[in-house]
């Protein structure tokens, strides 16, 4: 009976996780409703997705008040009313890149290890200056402005250990904030741990936008953005 009874909780708890790391569609702030109390939001028409994996031990883009810092670059090609970012670790089994999708070599390498996983800490920033994608080469000496950040987010599904350290922001763009206006530029997505350590394993980092941006790229390295 004792048997039994552990079996049942042992299956529950896995299907508490499975259910735990399942990605709903990701809604955006424009035209948000509330009905019955409840948050009604449309899905983002533009959606980017971005597949990584961080090995144990790699070296960080950068140490910044003393945690790695890695980067993800995006060339957004016009002004948008609204971006929202969202990062999850692990990548859920529920999730699987498609073919319109970015998957990095060491996501694909490391496909199999759905056990490594890190409490996301992202920032969002736009590279003063560079409003042409063949000027992505300057990104190194330009001046970075941070629009916005997140650690933690109740909307976002609870990592394996039953916390919610995944991460969502929304940002709406205003005209009238140089810092806060969703202009044509280059951007980053900026990730590492809350707490000083390691960051490893898989993540799905996405983009969204309420209307389409055609033309938006990604990647690891600013100067490949002009290669694609």
Same mark, same amino acid.
């Given at each position: &009976?004792?048997?039994?009874? @552990?079996?049942?909780? %042992?299956?529950?708890?896995?299907? !508490?996780?499975?259910?735990?790391?399942?990605?709903?569609?990701?809604?955006?702030?424009?035209?948000?409703?509330?009905?019955?109390? =409840?948050?009604? #939001?449309?899905?983002?028409?533009?959606?980017?997705?971005? $597949?990584?994996?961080?090995?144990?031990?790699?070296?960080?883009?950068?140490?910044?008040?003393? =945690?790695?810092? $890695?980067?993800?670059?995006? +060339?957004?090609?016009?002004?948008?009313?609204?971006?929202?970012? #969202?990062?999850?670790?692990?990548?859920?089994?529920?999730?699987?890149?498609?073919?319109?999708?970015?998957? !990095?070599?060491?996501?694909?390498?490391?496909?199999? *290890?759905?056990?490594?996983?890190? *409490?996301? +800490?992202? /920032?969002?920033?736009?590279?003063?200056?560079? %409003?042409? %994608?063949?000027?992505?080469?300057?990104?190194?000496?330009?001046? +970075?402005?941070?629009?916005? !950040?997140?650690? *933690?987010?109740?909307? &976002?599904?609870?990592?394996?250990?039953?916390?919610?350290?995944?991460?969502? &922001?929304?940002?709406?763009? *205003?005209?009238?904030?140089?810092?806060?206006? %969703?202009?044509?530029?280059?951007?980053?997505?900026?990730?590492? /741990?809350?707490?000083?350590?390691?960051?490893?394993?898989?993540?799905?980092?996405?983009?969204?936008?309420?209307?389409?941006?055609?033309?938006? @790229?990604?990647?690891?390295?600013?100067?490949?953005?002009?290669?694609?």
């Amino acid at each position: &009976m004792k048997k039994t009874l @552990l079996a049942i909780v %042992l299956c529950v708890g896995t299907l !508490s996780i499975a259910t735990a790391q399942k990605l709903d569609k990701f809604g955006a702030d424009l035209a948000k409703k509330s009905v019955m109390g =409840k948050e009604i #939001r449309v899905p983002y028409t533009d959606l980017t997705s971005y $597949y990584g994996y961080i090995k144990p031990g790699s070296t960080p883009d950068e140490v910044k008040n003393g =945690k790695k810092m $890695y980067y993800v670059y995006v +060339w957004i090609p016009m002004a948008a009313p609204e971006i929202g970012i #969202r990062m999850i670790s692990p990548v859920p089994d529920s999730a699987k890149p498609s073919g319109t999708d970015y998957v !990095s070599p060491e996501y694909t390498a490391n496909a199999s *290890d759905t056990k490594s996983f890190f *409490d996301t +800490w992202v /920032t969002f920033e736009r590279a003063e200056g560079i %409003l042409r %994608l063949e000027d992505v080469s300057k990104a190194k000496t330009a001046k +970075w402005v941070t629009i916005e !950040s997140n650690d *933690d987010s109740g909307e &976002m599904p609870a990592q394996p250990s039953g916390s919610k350290y995944n991460s969502l &922001m929304r940002i709406t763009s *205003d005209t009238s904030n140089p810092t806060k206006s %969703l202009v044509m530029g280059l951007y980053r997505i900026g990730f590492t /741990t809350y707490k000083t350590g390691e960051v490893q394993g898989s993540f799905l980092a996405q983009l969204g936008a309420p209307i389409k941006l055609p033309g938006v @790229l990604v990647a690891v390295k600013p100067e490949d953005l002009v290669k694609k």
